[in-house]
């Protein structure tokens, strides 16, 4: 009887033991005087992670912002901006260069092709539309070079003029990056205003990209004023020039909307969002300069060849010559004498 | 050449704010900034801690990492500082810093910030050492002088340790052995990827 009872008082013992083992924590043991740990209950470091990705609490100045004592996501934040951005934000860009370097040199430029309508003028864009796109598009491209600087300014520019002058380039692109933002806002929405009425997507769309918009065969496909290319262009605009607002005027009012986690993946967003719109900005200046003769009077005139406008977007100009046969659509001087 | 840390040991940590105190008279900081705060956690529960924080002067320094115009350096005693007059006040140390530590005055519209002001463990900038531009832009440099920084110097229950890493560690430890617990150093392991094992 002895024994089994001696062995269940050690059984009970280790149970016992082994149970304070898992509940107490480490630091809950007396001092070596036998005192209790005043702070035996208290929170620590472990145990706060272990409940949530950041720690915080409270603090006794106006600052909200300085109640949190930890936050690791900044690890995070750094390794997307330095590890992940320069190598996303290179490729996207060089990657469309280099594409566009691949088109000129097999395809080559899209040439004008020459008829008896050729030296006629139609208006194209009006002084209004023209302001918005030119508006928008300076904007975008200091906007862009400025964003740019954030990235690779101090890989690529600051060894080549010194930390003082990159700086000082640095200081006033920023402030560039953030007055200018505002006109570019306004520029979305005017374009969204003015063009949104010809980029609704419809069954001519479908048509002109199954016949790869005239870029793979000899023959054009019907367009109306926007060609389906020029819609995605539009859409594509539009979409990103709101998402880059939103994220760009959350980062304009620092930690109004959001709190710092907050504020990390909003430039995350902004940032990633710009080397795509970059990149694929760079295409639509390509298409409409250098890749297409004829194509730049649109935007620079306004007015563009009547051949040039037959070819590309017929059923407009079929529409336009309907309903102004000789009026003020047709360019000064140039109407043949009928 | 010493590795300078800060040290908050939490369970002498009464949140009396002196540190921040004496942080913003020695160095003139301006009104809205801290380079340093008390933040309590579990405030009125039980359980509640206070934690002294600061720049950590963190190993690898996220904020020097992200900087966009490289405006951060560390000294030969391992202070991570920064120079205002490369800083353009972007303001991503501030998104990086595990501890909240850039500060920015606010300058003008569009919540556009000035120069980055920062914990410096009161040794100055990279100004010359102890002159009138170097305290005008940094504070003083107590460091310069032989002194360490005054927020733990003046803690009145040296609950906040500065110096060496090691020392502190070591001093740490002793207090933890001497009394039976401790709740371990704060920010350790997020700045410098180590823990004080006792």
Not at chain 2, 165 to 180: C, D, F, N, P, S
Request: net charge neutral; aromatic share 10%; hydrophobic share 45%.
């Amino acid at each position: 009887m002895r024994q089994p009872s001696h062995l269940g008082t050690l059984a009970m013992a280790a149970l016992v033991w082994a149970s304070v083992g898992l509940t107490q924590p480490a630091h809950a043991v007396n001092a070596p005087d036998g005192a209790p740990n005043p702070t035996a209950s208290s929170v620590n470091e472990d145990l706060l992670f272990r409940q949530a990705p950041t720690i915080g609490g409270r603090v006794s100045i106006p600052d909200a912002k300085a109640a949190n004592l930890i936050q690791p996501q900044g690890r995070e934040w750094r390794d997307f901006r330095e590890s992940w951005l320069p190598w996303i934000g290179g490729l996207a860009i060089l990657g469309m260069i280099a594409a566009l370097a691949l088109f000129y040199f097999t395809r080559g430029r899209i040439r004008l092709e020459h008829s008896e309508e050729s030296g006629r003028k139609l208006l194209r864009f009006n002084g209004f539309e023209r302001f918005t796109h030119w508006m928008t598009a300076t904007c975008f491209i200091v906007l862009g070079l400025s964003g740019l600087n954030y990235i690779f300014g101090k890989r690529l520019l600051m060894p080549l003029i010194g930390p003082d002058a990159f700086a000082a380039l640095s200081q006033w692109a920023k402030y560039a990056h953030v007055y200018l933002a505002w006109p570019f806002m306004l520029g979305v929405v005017f374009m969204l205003v003015v063009w949104v009425r010809d980029n609704i997507p419809n069954r001519i769309d479908v048509q002109w990209i199954r016949q790869g918009g005239g870029f793979l065969g000899d023959q054009h496909p019907h367009a109306e004023r926007f060609n389906a290319g020029q819609k995605v262009v539009f859409w594509m605009v539009i979409g990103f020039g709101f998402a880059m607002s939103a994220t760009g005027l959350v980062m304009l009012f620092p930690f109004a909307a959001t709190d710092i986690n907050g504020m990390q993946i909003v430039q995350g967003v902004h940032a990633l969002i710009g080397v795509v719109f970059i990149a694929a900005i760079l295409a639509h200046i390509y298409i409409g300069s250098l890749g297409m003769e004829g194509a730049y009077d649109a935007m620079g005139s306004g007015e563009v060849d009547l051949a040039w406008a037959k070819v590309h977007h017929d059923l407009w100009v079929k529409e336009q010559l309907a309903k102004t046969a000789s009026g003020p659509q047709l360019g000064r001087g140039q109407v043949p004498a009928e | 050449m010493a590795r300078m840390k800060f040290l908050c040991d939490a369970d002498r940590c009464i949140e009396c704010n002196a540190c921040v105190t004496a942080c913003k008279n020695e160095h003139e900081v301006p009104w809205g900034i801290n380079r340093r705060r008390v933040i309590t956690l579990n405030d009125g529960k039980p359980g509640e801690r206070s934690v002294s924080m600061a720049c950590m002067h963190c190993t690898d320094a996220p904020c020097a990492a992200v900087c966009p115009v490289n405006c951060f350096y560390t000294t030969a005693d391992a202070v991570v500082l920064h120079s205002k007059d490369l800083c353009i006040g972007c303001g991503y140390c501030f998104y990086a810093c595990p501890f909240g530590a850039p500060q920015y005055p606010r300058v003008g519209n569009f919540g556009s910030r000035g120069k980055m002001d920062k914990c410096t463990y009161c040794s100055g900038g990279p100004e010359a050492d102890l002159s009138t531009i170097e305290y005008e832009k940094y504070g003083s440099n107590r460091l310069a002088e032989g002194k360490l920084p005054l927020c733990a110097e003046m803690c009145s229950t040296k609950a906040l340790l500065a110096g060496d890493g090691e020392m502190i560690a070591q001093i740490y430890k002793e207090r933890v052995i001497k009394r039976g617990y401790g709740s371990g150093a704060w920010g350790w392991k997020t700045a410098y990827r180590e823990t004080i094992a006792i």
